[in-house]
Each structure stands twice: as structure tokens, then as C-alpha cells.
């Protein structure tokens, strides 16, 4: 059963502008929460995590957004570049007695136009 | 290029086959986890294994099983074979016990049964 929900499936954005991407979690125990980025032929890479203490996260044009009340968090893509064009992946991480789940939201195809 | 390899690079074979799939990690991690990514459900996280221990447990198939060596080199049978298992399957490594470490992937296993 899906427990990350991601959205959108896939997203159009001008070179330049804002690229949002969306996660809704149900389980209120997940205490980490890493997006993936990837592209074609590639296995996906960890572009940016967060643990829900903090409400924002930001490293470079990519940012994280954690609201814990809503149980939902979002990856934004500032000054959206051609290169950026990739699948990203949100995902959430539960630590519990030693071991974990690992859950991945269904991906988002992010399309930039030049 | 990630440092994570995997072996073959595209497997194509018949249903009610059994097809091993190999994994070596970057030097120095401990752990191997495997994942499936199908067009339909995303990124599914299968089993984890840490120093030759089974650590944590997602969707694995009972046709499905994996091991790691104590050369920390992973395997991932899949027995059993059928049309819906046909999908990319990587494996990724971390230099812990999981949780949240980066986890770096590999450039995945094309897995095509026919």
C-alpha cells in the first residue's frame, strides 16, 4: 500500500521559472525524508533530505518545505534549468528497533523548456 | 559515476525462469539494499542487508531472495519468473547501517521476461 503520495506525474516548466513537486505522507513515525533525482539511463542520486524538526531545508536553487501538522512536504526547484530536466522521487525513511522502512513516492518527470 | 556496480546490464529470459543478479557495492559501505523500479509503481525498496545481516525488509517477493557476501558483494535471485517482474532493478550501498545515510545507486539491471 502507498504510503508516500507524489504529485504531479509529471511537470512542464519555463527556463527560469519555479518547479514544485509535492509529498503527502499517512504514517506520522517517518523521521526522515530524502528526495531523489534521476536521470535517464541512471540510477537516482540523493539531491536534498530533511528530518521533520526543521520546516525548511535549502541547498543551492532546491529546497525543501516540511509541514509536520499536514504531514505533507515539497521540493522546489528555484531558477529551473534545461539540466534539471529529470525524474524526481520523494521518499520517507521510519527507524524503528534497528531496523527500517524505506518508502518512495512514484516520481515526478520534470520537463524544462529552454 | 556512483561507484556502485551491477552485473548484467540487461537480462532478457522466459517466464517460470530463475535469474541471479549481482551487486558490488563502493568500497567501504556495509550496506546493499536492492530496489525494483516498474513503470507502474515507481521505486519500490526490496530488502536491505548490512555487513552480511539481513537489516530490513520492504515488497520482496517469497519467489525473491537475496544475500550478501562476506566480501559485501550482494545477489538478488529471482525465481519463478513471470511478465510482471519484468522491470529495473538496482541496487544501491551505504556506508552504514541505513536509515539515514546517502545511499548511492548503481546503474540498475534491466530485467526483461518474456
Known amino acids: 500500500q502507498q504510503q508516500v503520495k507524489q504529485s504531479p506525474q509529471s511537470l512542464i516548466v519555463q527556463k527560469g521559472g519555479i518547479s514544485i513537486i509535492n509529498c503527502a505522507y499517512e504514517?506520522?513515525?517517518?523521521?526522515?525524508f530524502p528526495w531523489y533525482q534521476q536521470f535517464p539511463g541512471k540510477g537516482p542520486a540523493l539531491l536534498i533530505a530533511i528530518r521533520p524538526d526543521v520546516s525548511e531545508k535549502k541547498e543551492g536553487r532546491f529546497t525543501i518545505s516540511f509541514n509536520k501538522s499536514a504531514k505533507q512536504f515539497s521540493l522546489h526547484i528555484m531558477d529551473s534549468q534545461p539540466g534539471d530536466s529529470a525524474t524526481y522521487f520523494c521518499?520517507?525513511?521510519?527507524?524503528?528497533?534497528?531496523?527500517?522502512?524505506?518508502?518512495f513516492g512514484t516520481g515526478t518527470r520534470l520537463k524544462v523548456l529552454a | 559515476d556512483s561507484g556502485v556496480t551491477q552485473t548484467p546490464k540487461h537480462l532478457i529470459t522466459a517466464t517460470g525462469q530463475r535469474v541471479t543478479l549481482r551487486c558490488s557495492p563502493r568500497?567501504?559501505?556495509?550496506?546493499v539494499y536492492w530496489y525494483q523500479q516498474s513503470l507502474d509503481q515507481g521505486l519500490q525498496f526490496l530488502i536491505q542487508y548490512y555487513n552480511g545481516e539481513e537489516r530490513a525488509k520492504g515488497n520482496i517477493l517469497e519467489r525473491f531472495s537475496a544475500q550478501q557476501f562476506p566480501d559485501l558483494h550482494s545477489e538478488l535471485n529471482l525465481s519463478s519468473l513471470e511478465l510482471g517482474d519484468s522491470a529495473l532493478y538496482f541496487c544501491?550501498?551505504?556506508?552504514?547501517?541505513?536509515?539515514?545515510?546517502?545511499?548511492?545507486f548503481g546503474p540498475g539491471t534491466r530485467l526483461t521476461v518474456l
Open positions: 544501491a550501498s551505504s556506508s552504514s547501517s541505513g536509515g539515514t545515510d546517502t545511499q548511492y
Open positions: 521518499a520517507a525513511i521510519r527507524s524503528t528497533s534497528g531496523t527500517y522502512k524505506y518508502i
Open positions: 504514517n506520522t513515525a517517518f523521521d526522515y
Open positions: 568500497s567501504g559501505d556495509l550496506s
